[in-house]
């Protein structure tokens, strides 16, 4: 039943390690995303796909890989963590704009991964 | 670029009482939407309401509405009748063509408290 799943939802490791967040959403979206939610609660982008294809690839550092094998899924995996890692991270899926009011199309969003690095 | 500016950190209102929660933005774009989100203590982002740039009249769902004033640029929500269920974070956030490929770009958020 649920839209757009994540897990694990709490991810806690250490500085060095290497982890995977997964992502599926079953609303047949055509486009998701990985959000960074920080301490402070700002929320922003770091990778879209669309179709499978990445469209949107933010500055963020390159121990950060998505992956989509499918236009279902999209996984994020994060080598060498370090502290300043730790935050929430959310998934999301939207459909295609409608053509008669393009931009128009909220994000479905994940419950969120708190991952904490110590 | 796209941005969003949320004034209010924290606002607080009594029970049964409406507020409205402040939202400017820029952009460059004639064509862009707005949208509010709330995200309660649990975490998860639930989506309220949208606006369309072109739309003539102020979107409105249930208890939300948006003042929208494209000339201010400012795409306000209102919340009548407070509930101590919509003790939150509230977040604003504008898409358009210059946001690249339809993502969103969310302000600082506004936290609001009800009270009893």
């Not at chain 2, 269920?85 to 956030?93: I, Q, V």
Request: with cysteine; charged share 20%; hydrophobic share 30%.
């Amino acid at each position: 039943d649920t839209a757009v799943s994540q897990t694990p939802k709490y991810l806690v490791t250490q500085m060095g390690n290497d982890k995977s967040i997964k992502c599926e959403q079953n609303l047949g979206h055509d486009t998701m995303y990985w959000y960074k939610q920080d301490s402070k609660k700002f929320l922003k982008i770091m990778f879209s796909y669309n179709n499978k294809e990445l469209i949107i690839n933010e500055t963020v550092p390159n121990r950060f890989s998505p992956k989509s094998p499918d236009k279902a899924h999209l996984n994020l995996h994060i080598n060498s963590l370090e502290l300043g890692d730790s935050a929430v991270y959310f998934c999301a899926s939207s459909p295609q704009d409608g053509q008669g009011a393009p931009y128009n199309s909220p994000l479905h969003f994940g419950n969120g991964t708190r991952l904490t690095v110590t | 670029a796209q941005k969003i500016t949320q004034t209010q950190p924290g606002m607080f209102v009594q029970e049964k009482e409406a507020v409205t929660l402040d939202c400017t933005y820029d952009t460059s774009d004639p064509s862009y939407g707005l949208f509010w989100y709330k995200q309660p203590s649990s975490g998860e982002m639930i989506f309220l309401i949208y606006q369309g740039s072109y739309d003539q009249q102020n979107a409105t769902e249930g208890r939300y509405s948006l003042n929208f004033q494209k000339a201010r640029k400012s795409a306000n929500l209102v919340i009548s009748a407070s509930q101590l269920g919509d003790s939150a974070m509230y977040f604003c956030a504008i898409k358009g063509p210059s946001g690249s490929a339809r993502q969103l770009t969310f302000g600082s958020g506004t936290q609001l408290t009800v009270l009893p």
